[in-house]
């Protein structure tokens, strides 16, 4: 089941596996994919009429079964909800695995962000949306 929920009840499971994660965005949303554990979480913010991902796990013993599309195509259905016109992240340069899955969800390449991860340069990856009015 994909659900959204209070920032508290995953905060420490980010801090996990993201040690510089602090809940400090008002604009911050989570979403989480569970059976009978939680199996995947993804931070989101909301801002006007666009998303951003801020965050997308998959513990590790969770991985590979789909759980992270999973949670980005609920987030492109609730960004569609909202009209939202794009939905952007960065993501590590070397970071493969999360920029193959972010292809595949229709995410583009859009611009090179250097140093953005202090030694490490990003993309800027975008999936434009069609807005119906």
Do not use: W
Not at 15 to 42: C, Q, T, V, W
Not at 46 to 52: A, F, G, N, Q, V
Request: aromatic residues 12%; contains cysteine; hydrophobic residues 40%.
């Amino acid at each position: 089941m994909i659900r959204e929920v209070n920032n508290n009840m995953v905060e420490n499971l980010f801090k996990d596996y993201f040690p510089n994660y602090h809940r400090s965005n008002i604009y911050e949303h989570i979403i989480i994919y569970e059976e009978k554990e939680i199996m995947g979480a993804l931070s989101y913010s909301l801002i006007y009429d666009r998303i951003e991902i801020n965050y997308l796990l998959t513990l590790l013993k969770f991985r590979k079964k789909g759980i992270a599309l999973k949670l980005i195509d609920y987030l492109i259905k609730i960004a569609q909800e909202k009209k939202c016109q794009n939905i952007s992240l960065e993501v590590d340069i070397t970071n493969e695995a999360a920029i193959n899955l972010y292809l595949k969800a229709g995410f583009q390449k859009k611009a090179l962000r250097k140093n953005y991860y202090q030694n490490h340069d990003a993309y800027l990856m975008i999936k434009e949306l069609v807005v119906r009015k």
